[in-house]
């Protein structure tokens, strides 16, 4: 006898989307530098880096290192507190060292690393657009084409998150703390700027961000930020505009 109520949806449903995903490209083989390293990224930036998924790119290294150190250096991102994810892919050596780890290669990411000093490690967190989160942003109208402006007309709430995808983002209301408005271009926020604010998330180095009331918490364009635990006072509540000049992110009031 046949069942009259047999479910034919799938169990599952597997899909390719993008991912935020920070890389670590290690610049010298130095396991304690790379601890320290990572310790005081966290220290300076836990929003943006705690349980934060990480590739790991071995490729500007000179030889690759074996199993041990690299399941060493997994140890370590894990015990910073972020989650390694799998390795970056480069070579075939490169690849051979991944299925015998047992582990996912990435495509290589287009990052904008920071340049500063000789540090061991460097991280960009804008290496692909960043996941949609559980609480999105209103649906954009029918027929907005990919790089128009995305307006948004309500507060962005603690939790929730609006991306642009391939344009400018324009929020008419505040971004409560706790958080975070992204935009592949400009972001531009007609009043309080309290979470954290990520323009030219896909590289854009000219991408800009403009707010009329400036207590955010974290600002980035480009891969490159900054964290604020105490606001400058003469930044704190004021017009800013925040932008890239070479590799430094510097911000300004308007006005």
Same mark, same amino acid.
């Given at each position: 006898?046949?069942?009259?109520?047999?479910?034919?949806?799938?169990?599952?449903?597997?899909?390719? *989307?993008?991912?935020?995903?920070?890389?670590?490209?290690?610049?010298? /083989? @130095?396991?304690?530098?790379?601890?320290?390293? $990572? #310790? $005081?990224? +966290?220290?300076?930036?836990?929003? $943006?880096? $705690?349980?934060?998924?990480? %590739?790991? @790119?071995?490729?500007?290294?000179?030889?690759?290192? *074996?199993?041990?150190?690299?399941?060493?250096? /997994?140890?370590?991102?894990?015990?910073? =507190?972020?989650?390694?994810?799998g390795l970056s892919y480069g070579t075939s050596e490169n690849e051979a060292l991944a299925r015998s780890l047992d582990l996912p290669l990435f495509a290589k990411f287009r990052a904008a690393f920071e340049r500063a000093g000789e540090p061991a490690v460097e991280v960009s967190t804008a290496a692909q657009a960043p996941a949609e989160t559980s609480t999105r942003?209103?649906?954009?109208?029918?027929?907005?084409?990919?790089?128009?402006?995305?307006?948004?007309?309500?507060? %962005?709430?603690? =939790?929730?998150? %609006?991306?642009?995808?391939?344009?400018?983002?324009?929020?008419?209301?505040?971004?409560?703390?706790?958080?975070?408005?992204?935009? @592949?271009?400009?972001?531009? %926020?007609?009043?309080?700027?309290?979470?954290?604010?990520? #323009?030219?998330?896909?590289?854009?180095?000219?991408?800009?961000?403009?707010?009329?009331? /400036?207590?955010?918490?974290?600002?980035?364009?480009?891969?490159?930020?900054?964290? /604020?635990?105490? +606001?400058?006072?003469?930044?704190?509540?004021?017009?800013?505009?925040?932008?890239?000049?070479?590799?430094?992110?510097?911000?300004?009031?308007?006005?």
């Amino acid at each position: 006898m046949v069942e009259s109520s047999r479910n034919l949806e799938p169990a599952a449903e597997l899909k390719f *989307g993008q991912v935020g995903i920070a890389n670590l490209r290690l610049k010298r /083989f @130095d396991a304690e530098a790379m601890s320290a390293e $990572l #310790a $005081l990224r +966290l220290k300076s930036a836990p929003q $943006l880096f $705690l349980r934060t998924p990480v %590739v790991l @790119d071995l490729s500007h290294l000179p030889g690759l290192p *074996g199993e041990n150190e690299v399941r060493d250096l /997994f140890a370590r991102i894990r015990a910073a =507190g972020m989650l390694p994810v799998g390795l970056s892919y480069g070579t075939s050596e490169n690849e051979a060292l991944a299925r015998s780890l047992d582990l996912p290669l990435f495509a290589k990411f287009r990052a904008a690393f920071e340049r500063a000093g000789e540090p061991a490690v460097e991280v960009s967190t804008a290496a692909q657009a960043p996941a949609e989160t559980s609480t999105r942003s209103t649906p954009p109208p029918p027929g907005r084409n990919e790089g128009q402006t995305l307006h948004h007309d309500n507060p %962005v709430r603690s =939790g929730q998150q %609006v991306y642009a995808r391939g344009g400018d983002l324009v929020l008419t209301k505040l971004v409560a703390n706790g958080a975070e408005v992204i935009a @592949d271009g400009s972001i531009h %926020v007609y009043g309080a700027l309290r979470g954290r604010a990520l #323009a030219g998330a896909q590289g854009n180095t000219s991408a800009r961000i403009y707010c009329q009331e /400036f207590h955010a918490e974290l600002v980035s364009i480009a891969g490159q930020y900054r964290v /604020f635990e105490d +606001l400058p006072p003469d930044l704190r509540g004021k017009p800013v505009q925040a932008w890239l000049e070479g590799e430094k992110l510097l911000l300004a009031r308007l006005g």
